[in-house]
DNA sequence: TTGTAGGCGTTATCAA
DNA sequence: TTGATAACGCCTACAA
C-alpha cells in the first residue's frame, strides 16, 4: 500500500488531455480556457495532487531554499537572525536550511559543499572562531553563481554583501556611557579577536578613552572568553594583580555576569564600586539580581535586512549584475542598574 | 559571464566516456576499473564538478531534507529541539528545514503543504495553541508516506510517532517538593489547556495535593498566559481577592518570572511568605535576583531522540512496515532558592 | 568493464 | 486553445 501522489500525468489521462495542459491550467497560464482549467483544478484537489518542486527545482534551476550557517543555532542572538530571515524570506516562497558549524572551519566547509550539492539558491552565513582562512568561500564565489552573504561576524571578501551592527560605535557608545558616569579606570574584556566585531568593539572602546583624554593601558584589556567562567577568571586575575578598575565594558554579556558574580563574591558594590555593561542584550541581562546594561544588536532586524539584501540580489542576479551590499545596523544601548552610578 | 557547474556530461565529454561511466566511477560502483575511476574522480575535481542532489532527488524519491514546524524558533526550548534534531541527522546526510508558525492553525497548515511540495522526508512538529482541529494533519497520514513526528506539543493521531517529557509527572513532581518543603496552599498557574502538556501539568498538580491529603481548589487554578505580564496579573488578582496562596507552581517560567517581579514590588518574601517554581528551566531563571526553580524538559535530548525515532522509521518504511513510536523522557527538576523554606 | 537508453515530474518551445 | 516533445542532471537496468 505505497501512496505515491498523484503527477501531472495521472491527471492529464484521467483527463483525456495532455500535461502541457495540465500544467498550464495549474500555473494559470492566460491562453487557456477557463471550463478546463476549472475542470484540471477540480480534478486535481479530488486526487490530491501536490506539485513535485524538486521536479520544477531542476528544470528552473531555483530551488526556493537558502541555507544558514552559525555557530550554534540555541543562542539567542542566532536563533533570532535566523527567525528574521526567515520571516523575511517565507512570504516569498522561500524554505531555510540551517546547518551549525560548532566553531569548526572543517565542519563549515563541509556545510558549505553540501549547501552547495543541495542547490541553495543563496546561503547566509556568520562565520566560526577558527575560520582563519577563507580560501574555501573566495573559491565558492569563482565557481558559482550562489550568492554569500555575511551576517554578524564577516570576513572581508570582495563580492560578498554583509549585514552587520557597527561594533565599533557600540563599543564606543558603552566606553563613553561609564565615562560620562563618572568611571575613569575602564577595563575591557575583549573577546576572540580573530572576529572583527570583537576587534571593532575594542577599537570603539579605546577611541572613546582617548577622546575623553584617559590612557590605554593594556593592562585593562584582557582577552577572556565569552563565558561566565571566562569573567569569573578575569575578575579574579584583575584582583590578584591589583589592578583594580572602576568600570568593566565586557564584550560578552556572559563573561560580564560572570563578572558579576565574582564582585559580589568579593562583596564589591556594583554599581558604586564597580560598574559592568555587557554586550548582546541577552534575555537573562534584565532579570539579573541587579539589571545589567548591555548593547543591543538587533539581531531579528539584522535578519529580515539579510533577506532582503539576498532577495535584491537574486532580483540583480536575473539582470545580470551583482552588487556588493555593505549594511551597518546601528547598536542600541540599553542601560541599567549595573552602570548608573549618578 | 554565467558561472554553471559542471555536469557529469561534461565530464564524460571531456574524457570520452560515457556518462553511466563517470557516473559509477562518481559513486564508488564496484565493477570499474581502478584506472577510469582515478581520471574520473581527479578530472571531476578539476572541473570543479558538484554533484546535483536535485536531480538524484527526483530520481530516488529522497531529498535527504526534513522539515521542522515550531511556534517561534527563538526561543531556547525550541531553539535546542532544533539543535537536537540537526546534530543527529546531519551525520546522516539530512538538512534540516525550519518553519514558524506563529501560533497560527492556518500558517501551520500552509507550512505542512509547502513542505510536502518540497518533497521533504520527514516532518517534525510542535503544534500551535490554535491547532484544534487536526484533519488537516490526518489527511497528510492518508495521502503521503512522509512520517511526521510530534514533539513536547503533540496530538493524539494514530499512525504518528511522538517525543514528549513526562509532563505530568513534572508537575507532580514540582508540587510534591513544595508539599515537602511545608507548603500546604499551592497555587498553579496553568497554560493554555487546549494543549496537552499544560493539561499534564495540571492533572499531575492536582494528583500530588490529592496523594498527600490537600483538597484541590478550582480558586488555586489560575489560566494565565505564558508571559511576564500573565504573571504580574495574575498576582494582582490573587491578592485583590485575598485568597492568597503560600506556593506557586506555574506551568511557565515567564509567568513565574512576573510572579516573582510584582510579590517584590508588594514586599512579599520569597521563598518564606510564597514560594515559586517554574517550569521549562529557562536559562535566565537561575541568574535572577533570586535563582527560581524550575522543571528542565531537556531539550536537546528531545531532539536527539526525535530524530533517533526519524532515522528508525525512515528504516522501516524501507522494510514494508510503520511503527507508531512514544517516547516519553523524565523531566528533571531543579530546585533553587526561590522554593527552598527548610 | 563500459555503453545505451529510459525515466524521475515539470516547464517551455514549437506545431497544430 | 491544445498537443507532442525535449530538456533539467542523475541513476540504473539491460546490453555489449
Same mark, same amino acid.
Given at each position: 500500500?505505497?501512496?505515491k501522489s498523484a503527477t501531472i500525468y495521472d491527471i ?7 500535461v502541457?495542459?495540465v500544467s498550464?491550467?495549474l500555473n ?21 495532487y501536490k506539485q513535485n518542486n524538486l521536479a520544477k527545482a531542476l528544470k528552473s534551476g531555483e530551488t526556493k ?5 552559525? *555557530? ?18 517565507? *512570504? ?27 542547490q ?50 557600540? @563599543? ?26 570583537? %576587534?571593532?568593539?575594542?577599537? @570603539?572602546?579605546? %577611541? ?69 555593561? @555587557? ?40 539582470? @545580470? ?22
Open positions: 500500500m505505497n501512496k492529464s489521462k484521467k483527463l483525456n488531455v495532455s502541457a495542459t498550464r491550467a494559470n497560464h492566460p491562453r487557456i480556457s477557463q471550463a478546463t482549467k476549472d475542470l484540471v483544478v477540480k480534478t486535481a484537489k479530488e486526487m490530491n531554499n537558502v541555507g544558514i550557517i552559525v *555557530p550554534y543555532i540555541n543562542t539567542n542572538f542566532f536563533s533570532s537572525v535566523i527567525r528574521g530571515i526567515e520571516e523575511e524570506l517565507s *512570504p516569498h516562497g522561500y524554505h531555510v536550511i540551517i546547518c551549525q558549524s560548532h566553531e569548526d572551519i572543517n565542519i563549515e566547509k563541509r556545510h558549505l559543499n553540501t549547501l552547495l550539492n543541495a541553495v539558491d543563496g546561503i547566509f552565513m556568520s562565520v566560526s572562531k577558527t575560520t582563519i582562512d577563507t580560501e574555501h568561500i573566495r573559491n565558492i564565489l569563482d565557481t558559482s553563481n550562489t550568492p554569500i552573504i555575511f551576517f554578524d561576524r564577516k570576513k572581508d571578501i570582495s563580492g560578498i554583501s554583509t549585514v552587520t551592527i557597527d561594533d565599533y560605535r557600540g @563599543g564606543y557608545m558603552a566606553t563613553e556611557h561609564l565615562i560620562k558616569e563618572g568611571y575613569k579606570n575602564i577595563c575591557h574584556f575583549a573577546g576572540d579577536l580573530n572576529l572583527e566585531i570583537y %576587534q571593532n568593539r575594542l577599537n @570603539g572602546y579605546k %577611541q572613546a578613552l582617548i577622546d575623553n583624554d584617559l590612557t590605554v593601558k593594556s593592562d585593562n584589556i584582557i582577552s577572556t572568553g565569552s563565558s561566565i567562567d571566562a569573567g569569573i577568571e578575569a575578575i579574579k586575575k584583575l584582583w590578584e594583580k591589583k589592578s583594580v578598575p572602576d568600570a568593566i565594558f565586557s564584550s560578552s554579556d556572559f563573561a560580564a555576569l560572570g563578572a558579576c558574580q565574582e564582585l559580589k563574591k568579593r562583596k564589591i558594590k556594583i554599581p558604586q564600586e564597580v560598574a559592568v555593561i @555587557g554586550f548582546s542584550n541577552e534575555p537573562f541581562t534584565q532579570f539579573m539580581e541587579l539589571p545589567m546594561s548591555s548593547v543591543d544588536q538587533t539581531p531579528v532586524t539584522m535578519g529580515k535586512i539579510a533577506g532582503q539584501v539576498f532577495l535584491e540580489s537574486v532580483k540583480e542576479n536575473g539582470a @545580470g549584475v551583482s552588487i556588493e551590499k555593505k549594511v551597518v545596523l546601528a547598536p542600541q544601548i540599553y542601560i541599567r542598574k549595573s552602570s548608573k552610578r549618578k
